[in-house]
């Protein structure tokens, strides 16, 4: 019985998570990530043959981190621009800088 209500828990909680990592206002590398993701299937999970791939996904978190922290020092709130706030920043840069 405590075994259900664990895989139940353990379930939602997933379920959140999942939620967490699809929200554009949270996630600012989902299109990065699912390139990734879509490499993978079609070159049948060969991790080599999708390097620029995950190049481009982990310098998209780097920037947004950098960004992030950047706001977190300076008081603004949300760290984490919404998706509107960083379409509006990567117009002003002419498009995405990694």
């Not at 947004?64 to 020092?73: E, K, S």
Request: glycine content about 6%; aromatic content about 10%; hydrophobic content about 30%.
């Amino acid at each position: 019985m405590h075994l259900i209500y664990f895989l139940l828990f353990l379930q939602v909680k997933m379920d959140k998570n999942t939620r967490k990592l699809r929200n554009q206002d949270i996630n600012p590398c989902i299109e990065e990530s699912d390139g990734s993701q879509r490499c993978l299937e079609a070159h049948n999970y060969d991790k080599s043959m999708c390097s620029p791939y995950f190049i481009n996904y982990k310098n998209c978190r780097k920037y947004w981190h950098n960004l992030m922290v950047q706001r977190r020092r300076e008081g603004v709130k949300p760290e984490m621009p919404t998706a509107e706030e960083r379409k509006e920043i990567l117009a002003g840069l002419g498009g995405k800088p990694y």
